[in-house]
């Protein structure tokens, strides 16, 4: 990594007490700091980084930019909260700091986290974000808890200030830890092996796939993609290679399926047996039906509703045993690896059909290797795509999911 | 002012002028407002293809920091195309910070006025030589070019006399061969 100077614009505003975040939103940043500071001043050995708050009496600059990483951990402990966030002056006074650093070469670079309302308007945000760009100053800004109401500005002001893709935006939604979802972010590994996430991750938004691909692999056996790329690169192409291969597998099988309608009969009750936790998955063997036949989609309704009342009564434990025979794990369903890695000791088509309506769910439900990287909930590539994508579209989706804990539990599995 | 100073060409007995761009410490120097793909080292290529042009903006912030103190005598500057050539620049003498708000604040050492004569590659533009009689170090600010929206060089030469027994690396020389 190159030299670079930083400089930490923290949110001490009133807003940093709310507790969407674990403890809060303030120790969650604090913790979010430390980690930033810890990785800029060991990518490389003259980096320096300084801190500031951005609201209370005014903006208060607590360290310049030093390498003494005891000073910066220590600076924020004696920080109170308070008061309103001048982001626009913030980000001036950081810009100043960084003009008096003391190694001359070297980039340049503002991290500013913001978790309350931005009130400078956008016109000046971009005004100050083209001052930055003129000044040779990169810009990474971490957007936590009031995430829908400052993306539009903010989204502005990073590609005002972006110059040669240095510059990023990262939301992180409540309920994740934020200092998880940013070692994953290029704000902590650079925006070149971002873009190498990117491409491992199989989906839109540097960050997110990143995360995503991390995740995904991790499930065999914690290999990171950040700190072994190559191994993780070779895991997930054999990975493809075998999910492309069960795809062909279950094609044929479905084809032949069709042909047989009293097999059909079978088939659809063993579906209802398998999906029965997910009633997604129900609903789309209901759809597959629609196409074989009347008779069959008939049938298929009847099992949609048996499967509707399964899950209603959380009786999809009892299930269990027929559910583990088609394939599917148990009642928690459609996690990142038992889904596709089962499989591999099917022994009849009815097992292949129950992979071949996965597949085609997957395929709709979002996109290229969504449902692959997605949480454990079931709710598949919604639940990923929000983690550490800065496009709003992807954070509008993310009413997301209902258990965060369980999310960020698995996250640092 | 430069009264005391000779014609350009014919140099003083005692200092002679000559080409001092490589006294140009590049590790230390730096450029404010530069297009990425045009960085500040093609000024010393000497091709025209090669060149330095500015981001943003037409405005542009050279910082050239010399190894030893240099008198700067003259200049020379080429630019690719008039429309992006450099019309007011600036010249700061030894600062160790700078930037476009400081271009703003600070009274200019010299402005120059650079018409498409002085753009022509043997044409060198002389200084007040005596206001750069111990330069370490040289700031160029573009303020202004001549209509386009970016402001491009291609080359860039510095004549001068490096100040006599400052160079350090010359004194390290001397006790290893003796």
């Not at chain 1, 240095?166 to 704000?187: E, K, M, Q, R, Y």
């Not at chain 1, 395929?363 to 454990?376: F, L, R, S, V, W």
């Given at each position: 990594m190159p030299l670079e100077t930083t400089i930490i614009c923290v949110d001490n505003s009133?807003?940093?007490?709310?507790?969407?975040?674990?403890?809060?939103r303030f120790e969650a940043q604090h913790d979010a700091v430390n980690l930033v500071t810890g990785a800029k001043t060991q990518q490389n050995p003259e980096s320096t980084v300084g801190v500031l708050t951005m609201a209370g009496r005014g903006?208060?600059?607590?360290?310049?930019?030093?390498?003494?990483i005891g000073k910066l951990l220590s600076c924020l402990h004696s920080v109170r909260m308070g008061g309103r966030v001048d982001m626009a002056g913030a980000v001036q006074v950081a810009q100043l700091a960084l003009k008096h650093?003391?190694?001359?070469?070297g980039s340049q670079r503002v991290v500013v986290f913001v978790c309350s309302p931005v009130e400078a308007d956008a016109k000046t945000l971009v005004k100050v974000g083209k001052q930055l760009k003129k000044n040779g100053i990169a810009v990474d800004v971490v957007s936590l808890g009031e995430i829908e109401e400052n993306q539009e500005k903010l989204q502005e002001f990073v590609e005002a200030t972006n110059s040669n893709s240095n510059s990023h935006l990262v939301s992180i939604p409540a309920g994740f830890l934020p200092s998880d979802v940013l070692v994953?972010?290029?704000?902590?590994?650079?925006g070149e092996e971002g873009s190498e996430g990117a491409g491992m991750g199989a989906g839109a938004g540097g960050g997110g796939a990143g995360f995503g691909g991390t995740s995904g692999l991790g499930d065999?056996?914690?290999?990171d993609a950040q700190s072994d790329p190559a191994l993780a690169m070779a895991l997930r192409v054999s990975y493809e290679e075998e999910r492309a291969r069960q795809e062909a597998a279950a094609k044929a099988a479905a084809a032949t399926e069709g042909e047989n309608e009293g097999e059909a009969k079978g088939m659809a009750m063993e579906t209802e047996a398998g999906a029965s936790s997910s009633g997604t998955a129900a609903a789309a063997a209901a759809s597959m039906g629609g196409e074989v036949d009347e008779e069959e989609e008939a049938l298929l309704k009847q099992a949609l509703a048996m499967s509707m009342a399964d899950s209603g009564s959380s009786s999809s434990l009892e299930n269990k045993g027929k559910t583990a025979a088609s394939g599917?794990?148990?009642?928690?369903?459609?996690?990142a690896g038992q889904g596709e890695g089962a499989p591999m000791d099917m022994e009849d088509e009815d097992a292949a059909y129950q992979l071949a309506l996965k597949m085609s769910m997957e395929e709709e439900g979002?996109?290229?290797?969504?449902?692959?990287?997605?949480?454990?909930?079931?709710?598949?590539?919604r639940g990923r795509?929000?983690?550490?994508?800065?496009r709003s579209a992807h954070i509008r989706g993310s009413?997301?999911?209902?258990?965060p804990a369980g999310l960020v539990g698995r996250s640092r599995s | 002012m430069s009264s005391e100073g000779p014609p350009?060409?014919?140099?003083?007995p005692s200092n002679e002028i000559v080409d001092?761009?490589?006294?140009?410490?590049k590790p230390e120097c730096f450029v404010l407002n530069a297009d990425p793909k045009y960085?500040?080292?093609?000024?010393?290529?000497?091709?025209?293809?090669l060149q330095l042009r500015s981001d943003t903006d037409e405005q542009l912030i050279l910082h050239l920091v010399f190894s030893e103190a240099v008198k700067v005598h003259s200049l020379n500057l080429v630019a690719p195309e008039m429309e992006a050539a450099p019309a007011t620049v600036k010249l700061y003498l030894n600062k160790t910070s700078f930037s476009f708000d400081d271009a703003e604040n600070i009274e200019p050492t010299q402005v120059l006025e650079l018409t498409?004569?002085?753009?022509?590659?043997e044409k060198v533009t002389l200084l007040k030589f005596v206001k750069f009689q111990r330069v370490s170090s040289l700031t160029i600010f573009v303020?202004?070019?001549?209509?386009?929206d970016y402001t491009a060089l291609s080359m860039l030469r510095l004549f001068g006399t490096p100040l006599q027994g400052t160079d350090v690396s010359k004194i390290q020389k001397q006790p290893a061969q003796g």
């Amino acid at each position: 990594m190159p030299l670079e100077t930083t400089i930490i614009c923290v949110d001490n505003s009133e807003w940093t007490r709310n507790g969407d975040y674990i403890p809060t939103r303030f120790e969650a940043q604090h913790d979010a700091v430390n980690l930033v500071t810890g990785a800029k001043t060991q990518q490389n050995p003259e980096s320096t980084v300084g801190v500031l708050t951005m609201a209370g009496r005014g903006v208060e600059l607590l360290v310049s930019p030093t390498d003494d990483i005891g000073k910066l951990l220590s600076c924020l402990h004696s920080v109170r909260m308070g008061g309103r966030v001048d982001m626009a002056g913030a980000v001036q006074v950081a810009q100043l700091a960084l003009k008096h650093r003391r190694n001359k070469n070297g980039s340049q670079r503002v991290v500013v986290f913001v978790c309350s309302p931005v009130e400078a308007d956008a016109k000046t945000l971009v005004k100050v974000g083209k001052q930055l760009k003129k000044n040779g100053i990169a810009v990474d800004v971490v957007s936590l808890g009031e995430i829908e109401e400052n993306q539009e500005k903010l989204q502005e002001f990073v590609e005002a200030t972006n110059s040669n893709s240095n510059s990023h935006l990262v939301s992180i939604p409540a309920g994740f830890l934020p200092s998880d979802v940013l070692v994953t972010s290029p704000i902590i590994h650079g925006g070149e092996e971002g873009s190498e996430g990117a491409g491992m991750g199989a989906g839109a938004g540097g960050g997110g796939a990143g995360f995503g691909g991390t995740s995904g692999l991790g499930d065999f056996g914690g290999v990171d993609a950040q700190s072994d790329p190559a191994l993780a690169m070779a895991l997930r192409v054999s990975y493809e290679e075998e999910r492309a291969r069960q795809e062909a597998a279950a094609k044929a099988a479905a084809a032949t399926e069709g042909e047989n309608e009293g097999e059909a009969k079978g088939m659809a009750m063993e579906t209802e047996a398998g999906a029965s936790s997910s009633g997604t998955a129900a609903a789309a063997a209901a759809s597959m039906g629609g196409e074989v036949d009347e008779e069959e989609e008939a049938l298929l309704k009847q099992a949609l509703a048996m499967s509707m009342a399964d899950s209603g009564s959380s009786s999809s434990l009892e299930n269990k045993g027929k559910t583990a025979a088609s394939g599917t794990g148990s009642g928690e369903t459609a996690g990142a690896g038992q889904g596709e890695g089962a499989p591999m000791d099917m022994e009849d088509e009815d097992a292949a059909y129950q992979l071949a309506l996965k597949m085609s769910m997957e395929e709709e439900g979002g996109g290229a290797g969504g449902g692959i990287y997605g949480c454990d909930h079931g709710h598949g590539s919604r639940g990923r795509s929000i983690v550490g994508c800065p496009r709003s579209a992807h954070i509008r989706g993310s009413g997301v999911c209902d258990e965060p804990a369980g999310l960020v539990g698995r996250s640092r599995s | 002012m430069s009264s005391e100073g000779p014609p350009a060409p014919p140099p003083p007995p005692s200092n002679e002028i000559v080409d001092i761009t490589d006294k140009i410490a590049k590790p230390e120097c730096f450029v404010l407002n530069a297009d990425p793909k045009y960085p500040w080292e093609n000024l010393f290529m000497g091709d025209d293809r090669l060149q330095l042009r500015s981001d943003t903006d037409e405005q542009l912030i050279l910082h050239l920091v010399f190894s030893e103190a240099v008198k700067v005598h003259s200049l020379n500057l080429v630019a690719p195309e008039m429309e992006a050539a450099p019309a007011t620049v600036k010249l700061y003498l030894n600062k160790t910070s700078f930037s476009f708000d400081d271009a703003e604040n600070i009274e200019p050492t010299q402005v120059l006025e650079l018409t498409e004569e002085d753009y022509k590659a043997e044409k060198v533009t002389l200084l007040k030589f005596v206001k750069f009689q111990r330069v370490s170090s040289l700031t160029i600010f573009v303020e202004n070019n001549n209509g386009a929206d970016y402001t491009a060089l291609s080359m860039l030469r510095l004549f001068g006399t490096p100040l006599q027994g400052t160079d350090v690396s010359k004194i390290q020389k001397q006790p290893a061969q003796g």
